[in-house]
């Protein structure tokens, strides 16, 4: 079975810091993987999918393979960037997203 | 184009009582996908449906049950309510293909008293 694991609950930084959201897997096959994010009062919504391999508001994370992780990095954060965000796995075609706990980013002025 | 919504957005219901909640998805959508979110365990999938047929299933009680119509439109039944059922239900809609994204809608907030 799949599983996604968020270590950290809280991180908080000062704007301008750089932000790593670590996020590890484990999964024996090859996985899908996504980062989403909810900020106050609104609704969860992708963040960046690892097959598109772009960044978003700032945003990277890069699939790797030998340590199953899939790591969100900004090199500067800001305040709008504090939310709650999580990880999640697709096992394969059609199944279902794996979501890790997730972690809340506050990022102070 | 209108995003997914749910009804109703606040629910409150006793132990023992059952419960449905409703959820629309976006036009075209056929997929729709069920989740519980609560503190200590994050986000849980409940289960899929795509065009009126459940096609994957979280690990949950027979007490958690769902169906999906013609139009896409899904529903979620939670029978003898437990205090621990106390959550936010999330419905997400898709194309359904394979790397879809899927979109949430805002939730249904279930307390049982």
């Known amino acids: 079975a799949q599983r996604v694991t968020q270590p950290e609950k809280l991180l908080s930084v000062f704007k301008g810091a750089p932000v790593e959201l670590k996020c590890n897997y484990s999964?024996?096959?090859?996985?899908?993987l996504f980062w989403y994010v909810q900020y106050s009062r609104q609704r969860l919504q992708l963040l960046l999918r690892?097959?598109s391999r772009e960044s978003i508001k700032g945003f990277t994370a890069d699939l790797n393979k030998g340590e199953t992780s899939f790591h969100l990095k900004k090199p500067f954060a800001q305040e709008e960037d504090s939310a709650m965000y999580y990880c999640?796995?697709?096992?394969?075609?059609?199944?279902?997203?794996?979501f890790g706990k997730g972690i809340t980013l506050s990022v102070r002025p | 184009k209108a995003g997914v919504t749910q009804t109703p957005r606040y629910l409150i219901k006793t132990r023992g009582q059952q419960v449905t909640l409703s959820c629309s998805p976006i036009?075209?959508?056929?997929?729709v996908s069920w989740y519980q979110q609560t503190p200590g365990q994050g986000l849980q999938f409940l289960f899929e449906?795509?065009?009126?047929?459940?096609?994957n299933k979280g690990n949950f009680p027979g007490r958690f049950s769902g169906r999906q119509f013609s139009n896409s439109r899904s529903e979620m039944n939670v029978s003898t309510l437990e205090l621990g059922d106390s959550a936010l239900y999330l419905c997400?809609?898709?194309?359904?293909?394979?790397?879809?994204?899927?979109?949430f809608g805002p939730g249904t907030r279930l307390t049982v008293l």
């Open positions: 036009s075209g959508h056929r997929s």
């Open positions: 690892h097959i």
């Open positions: 999964y024996s096959g090859s996985p899908e």
């Open positions: 997400a809609s898709s194309f359904g293909g394979a790397s879809d994204t899927q979109y």
């Open positions: 999640a796995l697709r096992a394969g075609a059609n199944s279902k997203l794996t």
């Open positions: 449906y795509f065009s009126e047929t459940q096609r």
